[in-house]
Nanobody, 121 residues
Framework: VQLQASGGGLVQPGGSLRLSCAAS????????MGWYRQAPENQRELAAG???????NYADSAKGRFTISRDNAKNTVYLQMNSLKVEDTAVYFC????????????????WGQGTQVTVSS
């Protein structure tokens, strides 16, 4: 399974960015998808996640500003980030918990390569 992320970049405080991450490969089904982020000298933290049924969860700092969504037909997850703050600056990693075998009900975690989000004036 490969995850291809896009949409990062440089934006001023208060601006918006939309991240996308498409999963491809021998996928039978995907359970959870989402985004973690890691700022320099910080631990990786969950920014937002979404289940296969659409249930969502967000980091406290992201609530009210970020919106996560997914297109199950395209195996793609999106993260709309509004009212961005300097402290949102980080590398954002997408992930997917995917099943690749029709004979085993096992899900494994897969990660994208990371996309840089920089919020700066």
């Amino acid at each position: 399974v490969q995850l291809q992320a896009s949409g990062g970049g440089l934006v001023q405080p208060g601006g918006s960015l939309r991240l996308s991450c498409a999963a491809s490969g021998s996928i039978v089904s995907i359970n959870d998808m989402g985004w973690y982020r890691q700022a320099p000298e910080n631990q990786r933290e969950l920014a937002a996640g979404i289940g296969s049924g659409g249930s969502t969860n967000y980091a406290d700092s992201a609530k009210g500003r970020f919106t996560i969504s997914r297109d199950n037909a395209k195996n793609t997850v999106y993260l709309q980030m509004n009212s961005l703050k300097v402290e949102d600056t980080a590398v954002y990693f997408c992930y997917a918990r995917a099943r690749t075998s029709r004979f085993r009900a096992r899900y494994d975690d897969y990660w994208g390569q990371g996309t840089q989000v920089t919020v700066s004036s």
